[in-house]
């Protein structure tokens, strides 16, 4: 397993549409657990293939590793059964822009589908804090970062912050 460098905010690999995997195959595997040992060495608790310059549709997730009980989750070509419904405001961190939290629009539940490491087709809904991780990965697929979820106001603030 490797430790992945993350590319960092502006990067322009961070607002690509990613791409779908044609196949599960053992470069799948590897990329799936050098992005997981990236999570763990990083800090965080989601992280999104372009985030690691790989601008194909995975994202892998462990809401649950820092509490001691490790869940780790792969997804492969994610899909939202049904738009998210945005209804609430949280605090969210990325990896990929250090030092800055956003205050984002979010919907409380999704409902998902993807290709598991094995294969097979997976649905599942999400709640909380897991829901909002989802939300915030499936952004990065599709080339949206947290500065470009907030109005201009909160985006002229944080930017001021982070360049600083
Ligand atoms: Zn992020």
Known sequence: MAILPILTWPDDRLVQVCAPFPCVDDGVHKL???????????????????QVGDLRQMFVMDVTWKDGASTPMVFVNPRFRHPPQETQT?????????GITAQVRRATKVDLSWVGLDGEAYFREFTKFE????QHE???????????????????TLEAEYYS
């Open 90 to 98: 949280g605090p969210e961190q990325c990896l990929s822009i250090p």
């Open 138 to 156: 499936m952004d990065h697929l599709a080339g949206i970062v947290t500065l470009l979820k907030v109005d201009p106001q909160q985006r002229e």
């Open 32 to 50: 799936a657990q050098d992005m997981l040992a990236t999570l763990y060495a990083t800090g965080g608790r989601g992280l999104a293939a372009p």
């Open 131 to 134: 829901a909002i991780c989802v």
